[in-house]
């Protein structure tokens, strides 16, 4: 098929002036919304960085973390201390443990 031609005498010139003058004031204030809107999103995103919220947050996740870091040191330590007093007090029982737990890391080892 072939596509129909308009005559060109036709065509009403005005009309689509008109018309294409409408799609471009509406393309226009859609620009404006647009741009307002984002505008108006990276205000809430600056208020938001600078106004402390962040840094409060932070600032309270740092101290959580010291807090857990100063447990687990705590615990480390309470640890060490257990084994040492185990070890010293059955030293045999002790040596013969980490010999058998030296053989079946080397087997596991072997296999991977």
Avoid: H
């Avoid at 036709?10 to 204030?29: H, M, N, P, Q, V």
């Amino acid at each position: 098929m072939s596509p129909k031609r308009s005559d060109p005498s036709s065509i009403d010139l005005d009309y689509l002036k008109t018309e294409f003058e409408k799609f471009r004031a509406g393309l226009g204030d859609t620009a404006v919304k647009m741009g307002g809107s984002a505008n108006a999103a990276l205000e809430q995103i600056t208020e938001y960085l600078n106004g402390g919220n962040l840094s409060s947050r932070v600032a309270s996740i740092e101290e959580e973390l010291e807090i857990l870091a100063a447990r687990l040191k705590g615990t480390g330590k309470d640890a060490v201390a257990k084994l040492e007093t185990e070890v010293s007090s059955r030293p045999l029982a002790s040596l013969a443990v980490a010999f058998g737990l030296g053989v079946l890391a080397s087997g596991l080892l072997r296999r991977g």
